[in-house]
């Protein structure tokens, strides 16, 4: 079993200030059983997140190639997948500031349905001139296919959130110009008409992720982590009490279980915790580098009796 956790810590101070403070008995004691694999350092600027790295390396698909989640997703659909390629749609809030755009977090929207499937309709004749075909999923995500999302990097919205935009365009022109169409559309659709007069935001464009084309060799989901998304709200909302709250959460279910398993269990055991800058695999069935057992015997010793909070720190 493979436990994986993003936003294990985050990058305001304050997450690290309330793990400092944090109980996680059972943290503490499966550490005991697994050894450390190395710190993984992840670049602020990769189009990924920590956690969305590690799970397209388990499942074996190549670095340097578009993260391609909307066309896994369509496959699980039972969508054609076979050299399709697709993308998610997030119609969403931007907030124009005087130096740079920031997009909310769509859930603030508290989007009904009735009004995503009005506004993908209003978007879809646009859709339909640029060969993109739209289709519903959830308020604020639908899917997209086409041929311009073939080689097209994208961000996902819990990667670009809180920061500046322009530095997450997607590289196309054909986008930037239906964005920039799509704008002027919602500007007076009915429906931000009707969200004004309750004073709900507007929807006043929308956010491309996920795209690109399944590779061949994709491994089975069997074999893949177990992703724990726990934490991913409250540190996106930066709500650390919540956060804290949601780790101790996991130290006594998910956390308990692999604690169990290696306990009792003949079977490989392994955790990454993910944080913005980069990741940590820990592991009950490899023998790490003798430097790595070394400074892992350190970190044991000067940091009883919570080792964890020595690799958090360094996330």
Not at 5 to 21: C, E, N, Q, W, Y
Not at 59 to 70: K, M
Not at 111 to 133: K, N
Not at 135 to 145: D, K
Request: proline letters at 8%; aromatic letters at 8%.
């Amino acid at each position: 079993m493979h436990l994986l956790l993003p936003f294990a810590v985050g990058t305001d101070p304050a997450s690290k200030d309330i793990l400092r403070h944090l109980a996680l008995p059972n943290l503490t004691r499966l550490l005991n059983h697994l050894q450390p694999q190395g710190l993984q350092a992840h670049p602020t600027h990769k189009h990924a997140l920590a956690h969305e790295q590690v799970l397209a390396l388990a499942l074996g698909w190549p670095e340097d190639q578009p993260l391609p989640w909307a066309a896994r997703h369509a496959a699980a659909r039972g969508l054609p997948a076979d050299d399709v390629a697709y993308a998610f749609i997030t119609p969403c809030h931007w907030e124009v500031g005087t130096s740079q755009v920031q997009m909310l977090d769509p859930v603030l929207l508290n989007l009904q349905e009735v009004e995503s499937r009005a506004l993908l309709a209003a978007m879809t004749p646009y859709a339909q001139e640029d060969d993109i075909t739209l289709r519903y999923e959830q308020p604020t995500r639908w899917l997209a296919s086409g041929e311009m999302f073939r080689d097209l990097k994208s961000a996902s919205v819990e990667r670009v959130l809180h920061q500046d935009l322009a530095d997450w365009m997607p590289a196309s022109n054909v986008l930037r110009r239906l964005q920039n169409e799509m704008q002027m559309l919602l500007y007076t659709h009915p429906v931000n008409d009707e969200r004004s007069a309750r004073r709900a935001l507007p929807v006043n464009s929308f956010w491309v992720s996920g795209s690109g084309v399944l590779p061949v060799s994709t491994a089975q989901a069997s074999d893949l982590p177990v992703v724990a998304e726990g934490l991913m709200a409250p540190a996106l909302a930066q709500d650390w009490t919540r956060w804290g709250e949601v780790w101790q959460e996991l130290d006594a279910t998910h956390i308990a279980t692999l604690l169990q398993r290696v306990q009792s269990v003949d079977t490989p055991v392994q955790l990454t915790l993910c944080g913005d800058a980069g990741y940590v695999t820990f592991s009950s069935n490899a023998t790490p580098p003798a430097a790595w057992r070394k400074a892992w015997r350190q970190v044991q010793t000067l940091w009883q009796p919570s080792p964890w909070t020595y690799w958090l720190e360094t996330l």
